[in-house]
C-alpha cells in the first residue's frame, strides 16, 4: 500500500526492521531535549505528516523497550490517526517511572501501525441474541 507522507524532521522516513514487523518507529524530532519529571507527560513532534486511505488508519502505539526499561509509554494507547488529518503527528508520551527521562532528538519514541477498519452502521432493535456469556462483564470468564 503507497501512503504519502512529507517529512519535514531531520530523520530518514520510519520503515519495518524485519520482514515480519508490524510497526515502524517513530523518532522525536525535537529543537531542544524533552525532560519529563515522573508522571508529566508531552506531546512529542515528530515532523511527519501522512495522507492515508479511506479506509486505513495509523495506530500510534507504545514501544515495548521504553515502557519495560524506563517506564515510559503512550498515554493514549493507541492514538489512532484518521484518514481525513493532515496534520503533523505528535506521540502523547508520559513518564510512569519515578525518575526523570530525556527524550533526545531523533529517539524513538513509538510505534505506527496501518490498519483497515471498518465503518458500522447501528441497527437499534428491542432485544440481542442470547450467549452462554450473557451478561458476564470484567473477569467473568475467569482467571485460568
Excluded at 52 to 76: C, D, Y
Excluded at 89 to 107: K, Q, Y
Aim: charged residues 25%.
Amino acid at each position: 500500500m503507497q501512503i504519502k507522507i512529507i517529512n519535514k524532521s531531520s530523520h530518514a522516513l520510519p520503515h519495518y526492521e524485519t520482514e515480519a514487523s508490524a510497526g515502524m518507529d517513530l523518532r522525536a524530532e525535537l529543537e531542544a531535549s524533552v525532560v519529563l519529571k515522573p508522571l508529566e507527560r508531552a506531546i512529542i513532534r515528530t515532523g511527519l505528516f501522512i495522507e492515508l486511505p479511506v479506509g486505513i488508519e495509523a495506530q500510534v502505539r507504545p514501544r515495548s523497550g521504553l515502557a519495560a526499561k524506563k517506564g515510559v509509554t503512550v498515554l493514549n494507547a493507541p492514538g489512532t490517526i484518521d484518514a481525513d488529518y493532515r496534520g503533523e503527528i505528535g506521540v502523547i508520551l508520559v513518564n510512569l517511572s519515578n525518575e526523570d527521562f530525556t527524550v533526545e532528538n531523533g529517539e524513538r519514541i513509538a510505534q505506527l501501525v496501518i490498519a483497515k477498519h471498518e465503518r458500522a452502521d447501528w441497527s437499534e432493535v428491542e432485544v440481542l441474541s442470547e450467549t452462554a456469556r450473557g451478561e458476564g462483564g470484567f473477569g467473568s470468564t475467569g482467571t485460568k
